[in-house]
Nanobody, 129 residues
Framework: VQLVESGGGSVQAGGSLRLSCAAS???????????MGWFRQAPGQEREGVAV????????YVADSAKGRFAISQDNAKNTVYLQMNSLKPEDTAMYYC????????????????????WGQGTQVTVSS
């Protein structure tokens, strides 16, 4: 499974961005994945889970730090997962990564990086004050 993120950029505080994660490969169908998630990592900090969506959109999770501002969604027809980020804050500045857990994989929550089988290359989000 290959995951390619896009949509990052630089915005001022209070602005919005929508990140996209397109999946491809022999098991790229979102039905082959148990869940997909968005993680972020700021310089000198550990990678943290931001949002997770289970296959079919039956359940979503958003970290407390992003609750009320971020939303995760998916388009099964396009094998794409989105992260809508509103009311961005400077502390949201980080490299954002998309990741997936296959149906044969482990747990999705809590969103620990070690649980996720496949990762994208990341897309940078910079929020200025």
């Amino acid at each position: 499974v290959q995951l390619v993120e896009s949509g990052g950029g630089s915005v001022q505080a209070g602005g919005s961005l929508r990140l996209s994660c397109a999946a491809s490969g022999s098991t790229s169908s979102t039905s082959s994945t148990k869940c997909m998630g968005w993680f972020r990592q700021a310089p000198g900090q550990e990678r943290e889970g931001v949002a997770v969506i289970y296959s079919g959109g039956s359940m979503t999770y958003v970290a407390d730090s992003a609750k009320g501002r971020f939303a995760i969604s998916q388009d099964n027809a396009k094998n794409t997962v989105y992260l809508q980020m509103n009311s961005l804050k400077p502390e949201d500045t980080a490299m954002y990564y998309c990741a997936a857990v296959l149906q044969s994989g482990g747990y999705c929550l809590p969103p620990r990086p070690v649980l996720y089988n496949y990762w994208g290359q990341g897309t940078q989000v910079t929020v200025s004050s």
